[in-house]
């Protein structure tokens, strides 16, 4: 009965200490900013490049 207590312990400790060290090993300053990148400009009704009902 301890030995499987004792080994549900330990298993409980490595998960512990794997979920610590990822979460504590990224970058010494953190996540880079952001950078928002705009959205294409929109294409004008009846553009080659739409792939609509433009007749052939």
Known sequence: ???IL???LAALA???FFVWW???SG???GEPPAQ???P???TPPGSPGEGGDTPS
């Open 14 to 16: 490595l998960l512990v």
């Open 1 to 3: 009965m301890w030995l």
């Open 27 to 29: 970058r010494r300053k």
């Open 40 to 42: 294409p400009p929109p």
């Open 36 to 38: 928002v990148a705009s």
């Open 22 to 24: 990822t979460m504590f």
């Open 6 to 8: 004792l080994e549900a």
